[in-house]
T-cell receptor, first 110, second 111 residues
């Protein structure tokens, strides 16, 4: 599975959009981009995933560049409850397991 | 919603004890996983299973074993608990092609 690179930490003001970047320059054609988050002392929670088209659900939007070498997770109106560690993972659809890197610690500030 | 339930939220055990961590999922998922999470080391895969009675070693299987007698239940066993197994243990399940659903975790302390 391709490796990903994320900034270790970010801050965002409450009510503003949080844009979390992820680089995956070695991604292969059959690998999806997945995003999870982990709120303190809880198990990671699935957010969204995509292959090459942009995706949106009730939690977030995922923007994948045309060359698929990077992506951005967007939380459109961040709240204090969005403070968490966010993990970007690339994996083939039928891969056996996810490999979690250190992620980005997002702090939403009042 | 898929639920993955881990039997204990907090557990304290003595060195040398045999410890069972239980995980149950209610959505008929084929795949189940056990991770441990430690500060600075992230999530590390211990074992996974893609079918009943099947198991595969992950990245750090030493000191652990697993059991999957029924599709919905995946147990992690510490044969003889040691202090370096103090950690947060996370169970997850998935169907092929889909993402994981994690349990809430079990924080195990071995004294």
């Amino acid at each position: 599975d391709a490796k990903t690179t994320q900034p270790p930490s970010m801050d965002c003001a409450e009510g503003r959009a949080a844009n979390l970047p992820c680089n995956h320059s070695t991604i292969s054609g059959n690998e999806y981009v997945y995003w999870y988050r982990q709120i303190h002392s809880q198990g990671p929670q699935y957010i969204i995933h995509g292959l090459k088209n942009n995706e949106t659900n009730e939690m977030a939007s995922l923007i994948i560049t045309e060359d698929r070498k990077s992506s951005t997770l967007i939380l459109p109106h961040a709240t204090l409850r969005d403070t968490a560690v966010y993990y970007c993972i690339v994996r083939i659809a039928y891969g056996q397991n996810f490999v979690f890197g250190p992620g980005t610690r997002l702090s939403v500030l009042p | 919603d898929v639920k993955v339930t881990q039997s204990s939220r907090y557990l304290v055990k003595r060195t040398g004890e045999k410890v069972f961590l239980e995980c149950v999922q209610d959505m008929d998922h084929e795949n189940m996983f056990w991770y441990r999470q430690d500060p600075g080391l992230g999530l590390r895969l211990i074992y996974f299973s893609y079918d009943v009675k099947m198991k595969e070693k992950g990245d750090i299987p030493e000191g652990y074993s697993v059991s999957r007698e029924k599709k919905e239940r995946f147990s992690l066993i510490l044969e003889s608990a040691s202090t370096n197994q103090t950690s947060m243990y996370l169970c997850a399940s998935s169907s092929p092609g889909y993402g994981y659903t994690f349990g809430s975790g079990t924080r195990l302390t071995v004294v």
